[in-house]
């Protein structure tokens, strides 16, 4: 799998952001059938960062309606990636 599909962006929340300055630990939304592995590798190519570990979560979407219809937003896969002391990603510094 190429590496630039692997990462789709950032998961920007108030537990990332609080994850990101207590264990430097950055949140990704990345595509549903990488793996860790693929995922580890991708970070250390594209951002020339050490990284510890991975750890992933599949996350469901959520049920909306719209008047009588239900409709569903489609289900993600989230990783969460420590990185080395030291390393440090910035995405959104000082917003």
Known sequence: MDIYR????PHIAEK?????DKS?????KVDKRANK?????AVEQIFK??????????VDGKKRRMGRNIGKKPD???????????ENIEFFEGV
């Open 6 to 9: 692997i990462i789709k962006e």
């Open 16 to 20: 990332a952001n609080l994850v990101k």
């Open 24 to 28: 430097n630990q950055i949140t990704l």
């Open 37 to 41: 592995i693929e995922i580890k590798s």
């Open 49 to 58: 960062k050490k990284v510890l570990a991975v750890n992933t979560i599949n």
């Open 76 to 86: 993600w896969k989230k990783a969460i990636v420590k990185l080395a002391p030291g």
